[in-house]
């Protein structure tokens, strides 16, 4: 199986396939690579290079017990790009991942072409640290319970869930087949919560696809992914947003050629 | 049942005893009921005894809002001007510690002594829920979590396998009305946010720190034991009292050495 080792010596598991243009796909919160393999990895490797990694703290990749970071985590894809000698790629970040993608395109501007940032945002302005609600929840609920049920509620409006829980019970059999232990939970939504990067967005040169559910308004810590999504498109010069109608969090998984074709516009355009 | 209505919530009180009143203050998310295992008896001889639930806790409202250890301060200030306390000894616990700082500095004229038992400052690093609090709560459960903090952070191992039925007894009394889990997060929020680290030197009052010499334990980022020297050499009439093969809960375990070294200080001038 592929490791590769980063610069602070931790194991990062990733996977490649299909050839082509690189295309980076980057996962929600303590989320690892595996549930792009669904829809995302069929469909891209069709004409690109689709790369997908476990971030540190999940799936198969080493976690370490100590403070994490959006940068870190960026540190962790960097790893794998260099190692596998790409530069120029489509890189698609969904909600968490969408903050690491904007730090890859500020930081490692050469090894980006094109950002897709999908129900992301810049900041969590008021809240640093672990929220209360989610701490409160996974003690009420028990941790298992929480990200199941934290998923389908911030992941799909109840019509569509009541209509499409089959849809749904195929993501979360990827989801939780490798949850990571509750504590590096708890490390990405430190890291999570800690990122801005509000004041550098107008840096972000690159052509940039926003992406959200126009019914993505749950809140678990101080703003919504429909009110993120807002700002970056907003601060990011080169940037276009679209709204998917009916849709939260995690149409990715479940209404994917809906995306796949406006993606595929997007990368098509010059 | 005293309940004292404030302008947001109610807070529930009891009084024993008649003398220099005691506000006696307690740890983080814990009702005023732990101090009537020992205390009440002991010093409502000659005091006028001053307990209470904080908001949060026991029997007080539970408002689902921010709190800070500012807040509890005013909610034990608004309580003793409505029991007529003044010029009190006030006695603070662990986080009760930190409110009781906040009363000699925000209300000097209610506070005649001060005892500051197994606390501290501030946590310099860790603002926010502290990670390893979450992940044991989460993955011991939240009841079981509170239990076996209590004994660990609160007795030596010597003591917990010597007289288990101490250890029982006072767990009984704490687990008996253990506030909902949000607002024992709350409360840690509100602990963790603390800081007088700059003011210690305003603290004029006659001030007795206590420690165990076992309080070692580490939930966040600092140990009671290096924050009680903290405050030794911040408040400027203070004396540090370093209570021998002790950890945190003396109060619980061991009252009668306590006792002894707070009539002392209480009696001397």
Request: hydrophobic share 40%; proline share 4%; aromatic share 10%.
């Amino acid at each position: 199986m592929p490791y590769v080792k980063t610069k602070d010596g931790v194991d990062i598991y990733y996977e490649t396939s299909g050839e082509g243009t690189p295309f980076l796909f980057l996962s929600e919160t303590a989320c690892d690579g595996a549930v792009w393999k669904i829809y995302q990895v069929p469909e891209f490797a069709r004409d690109h290079r689709v790369i997908i990694f476990d971030y540190r703290g999940t799936g198969l990749s080493g976690k370490p017990s100590a403070n994490y970071s959006t940068d870190l985590f960026a540190d962790d894809a960097v790893a794998v790009m260099d190692q596998l000698g790409l530069e120029g790629a489509v890189v698609c970040g969904h909600s968490m991942g969408g903050r690491v993608a904007q730090l890859l395109a500020l930081d490692h501007p050469r090894k980006v072409g094109k950002l897709i940032l999908a129900s992301s945002g810049a900041a969590h302005p008021g809240e640093t640290g672990i929220p209360l609600r989610i701490a409160k929840e996974m003690v009420e609920m028990g941790y298992e319970k929480y990200v199941r049920e934290h998923t389908i509620v911030v992941g799909w409006t109840e019509a569509y869930a009541q209509q499409h829980m089959e849809l749904i019970e195929k993501y979360l059999k990827v989801r939780m087949a490798n949850l990571c232990p509750v504590e590096f939970y708890f490390r990405h939504v430190l890291a999570r919560q800690a990122h801005d990067t509000s004041g550098r967005l107008k840096d972000i040169k690159i052509p940039t696809l926003i992406f959200v559910g126009d019914d993505d308004h749950f809140v678990v810590s101080d703003m919504s992914h429909r009110a993120g999504a807002d700002i970056l498109a907003k601060g990011i010069p080169n940037s276009k947003l679209v709204v998917l109608p009916g849709e939260r969090h995690s149409y990715f998984y479940t209404e994917s050629q809906k995306v796949h074709g406006i993606m595929r516009d997007f990368l098509k355009s010059k | 049942m005293p309940l004292r209505k404030l302008k947001d919530t109610e807070i529930y009180y009891e009084v024993h005893g008649r003398g220099q009143p005691i506000v006696f203050l307690s740890e983080t998310a814990c009702d005023g009921e732990v101090w009537k295992i020992h205390q009440v008896e002991e010093f409502s001889r000659d005091h006028l005894v001053i307990l209470h639930d904080y908001r949060g806790t026991g029997r007080s409202g539970k408002p689902s809002i921010d709190y800070s250890t500012r807040m509890f301060c005013d909610d034990a200030a608004a309580l003793m001007d409505h029991v007529g306390a003044k010029k009190a000894i006030v006695i603070g616990h662990s986080m009760g510690g930190r409110i009781a700082q906040l009363l000699a500095l925000e209300y000097p004229e209610k506070v005649d002594k001060l005892i500051l038992a197994s606390t501290g400052a501030a946590f310099p690093t860790t603002r926010g829920l502290p990670l390893k609090i979450c992940q044991e709560m989460i993955e011991w459960g939240y009841e079981k979590y509170v239990r076996d903090h209590s004994i660990l952070v609160g007795f030596t191992d010597e003591f917990t396998k010597k007289y288990p039925e101490r250890v029982e007894k006072y767990l009984q009394v704490r687990m008996a009305n253990l506030c909902p889990v949000e607002f024992y997060l709350r409360h840690l929020i509100a602990r963790q946010s603390h800081d007088t680290t700059g003011r210690l030197k305003d603290i004029r009052v006659p001030t007795l720190i206590l420690v165990g010499e076992d309080d070692r334990n580490v939930t966040s980022d600092i140990n009671h034991r290096s924050s009680s020297e903290i405050l030794a050499k911040g408040i400027p009439n203070s004396k540090l009292v370093v209570l021998p093969g002790e950890r945190h809960s003396y109060f619980f375990a061991n009252p009668a050495a306590a006792h002894k070294t707070i009539r002392e200080f209480i009696a001397s001038s």
